[in-house]
């Protein structure tokens, strides 16, 4: 294992230190390619053959370099190794606890990634509980219904390895025209904000980060057209759009994730009045930004307001964008080499990886006795359940499993793994 000894490393991984010292003590050893290696995650097992999952999303999904290659520096985030394809649960959680090994293993400092799925109704895997969908949680008007299911939701994906869920969805949809709307709660802004903050209190009471979407005015899109612009004005802004996401993050949500809009022009993946003034200033946001899938590359290619992908970094750093998701695009090489030309003050680096790195020393990730191992490989004894590749790639992805039991006909004689593993189901609400 590559990693560093030192002294500093001690006070990195000692869960006793306050987690800002901790993180500079970390951040002063990083290089710069280091430092921006935890700001993008890597879309393992994407490729042509698989259907749309984000728009525009087999012109984005090619990885710059060989995953050997790309593991030495360390990795943000990993991105829906569950959702990506149909997987086995136990050899889906048996591979992830590889990826992290080997990611672990080839950085100086070994940090494990950040583990991200959708999650609006239930995790989004092969053969995962369906819940019923947003629509259904505001005709319940029951926050404490939602906030039992955000919790069996979240304890489903800790128990897997998984870290991060994208949702709630907190556009306020008054518009039936537009595409998403059965991903939302309603078109009231009140009852929004109280079921998505339930859903938010729910989830992170598991340890799972909620990530409230889409920060701010997507729903509000001309002709009900996804990504189309919004013209909106301020009352309406304030008085309709954002109230929801400002209760959620009163209910303690630690990420938030950017429109794919221009609200009168400028894109919110670019505007720092939004994502840094209202969000962190206004609102004391601590938590990190993630990027809706390809929005960054979307300023240059659909908003053609960065004249490069290196721009496109610049723009949505400076905005207050923390991490590229799905995969590496602009806040890779490209972003690399404008900090080393001078295009890029390397302060913007620093803010987005001192966000990232306190969200994983509040996830643990960190700690010096962090295991790679997701708890449902050991609650269900599978614990000696390995990969035949240390790592993940596109065309292995997931490696079948191998067990290195000395008895492994006991293992593979144990009984499937029951969704969700979290305990009973919520009883419906009586009348």
């Known amino acids: ?24 003590a970390l951040m002063s050893r990083m290089s710069l390619a280091e430092k921006i290696a935890q700001l993008y995650g890597v879309w393992v097992g994407i490729d042509d053959a698989d259907g749309e999952m984000a728009p525009h999303q087999h012109e984005f999904t090619s990885l710059p370099v060989e995953w050997e290659e790309l593991i030495r520096s360390g990795i943000g985030q990993l991105t829906r190794p569950f959702g990506t394809r149909p997987v086995d649960v136990v050899t889906g959680a048996a591979t992830l606890a590889n990826a992290q090994r080997a990611i672990v293993a080839a ?7 950040l583990v991200h799925e959708e999650s609006l109704t239930g995790l989004a895997a092969w053969k995962a509980t369906v819940y019923p969908s947003p629509l259904c949680w505001g005709a319940g008007f029951d926050p404490g219904l939602v906030e039992r299911m955000g919790a069996q939701i979240g304890a489903t994906m800790r128990r897997l390895g998984i870290h991060q869920g994208l949702a709630p969805v907190l556009d306020v949809a008054r518009d039936l025209r537009w595409g998403r709307v059965e991903e939302t709660i309603g078109e009231d802004p009140l009852l929004v904000g109280m079921i998505g903050s339930a859903y938010v209190r729910g989830l992170q009471s598991a340890g799972v980060i909620a990530t409230l979407k889409h920060f701010a005015g997507y729903s509000a ?35 938030v994730m950017n429109s794919y809009a221009d609200i009168d022009g400028l894109p919110v993946a670019a ?35 960065a004249g490069s992908p290196a721009e496109a970094a610049r723009l949505a750093l400076s905005a ?23 295009e890029v003050d390397p302060a913007l680096i620093d803010r987005a990886l001192r966000r990232v790195l306190l969200q994983k020393c509040r996830l643990g990730l ?27 790639w596109p065309a292995t992805w997931p490696a079948a499993p191998s067990c290195c039991c000395t008895t492994p006909a006991r293992c593979r004689s144990r009984p499937a793994l029951a969704w969700p593993w979290s305990g009973p189901a919520p009883t419906p609400r009586t009348r």
Not at 107 to 113: D, E, F
Request: charged share 25%.
């Open 107 to 113: 950085g100086r400092w070994g940090i494990p990634a």
């Open 271 to 305: 505007d720092p009045g939004m994502l840094t003034g209202l969000l962190r200033e206004t609102y004391g946001f601590t938590g990190t930004v993630v990027a809706d899938y390809f929005s960054v590359a979307f300023l240059q290619t659909l908003h053609n307001v």
């Open 320 to 342: 207050g964008i923390d991490v590229e998701l799905p995969t590496v695009n602009c806040f890779g090489p490209p972003l690399l080499e404008a900090v080393e030309r001078g």
């Open 221 to 255: 899109s001309k002709g009900g057209r996804n990504l189309a612009p919004v013209s909106v004005g301020p009352r309406e802004l304030a008085d309709v759009i954002l109230p929801p996401f400002e209760m959620a993050l009163r209910a303690g949500a630690d990420s």
């Open 366 to 392: 960190l700690d010096a006795d962090w295991s790679p191992e997701p708890a449902v490989l050991e609650e269900e004894g599978r614990s000696c359940w390995t990969t035949t590749r240390p790592a993940p």
């Open 1 to 24: 294992m590559a990693v560093s000894t030192d002294a500093a490393r001690e006070v990195w991984q000692d869960a006793g230190v306050p987690d800002e010292d901790r993180v500079e």
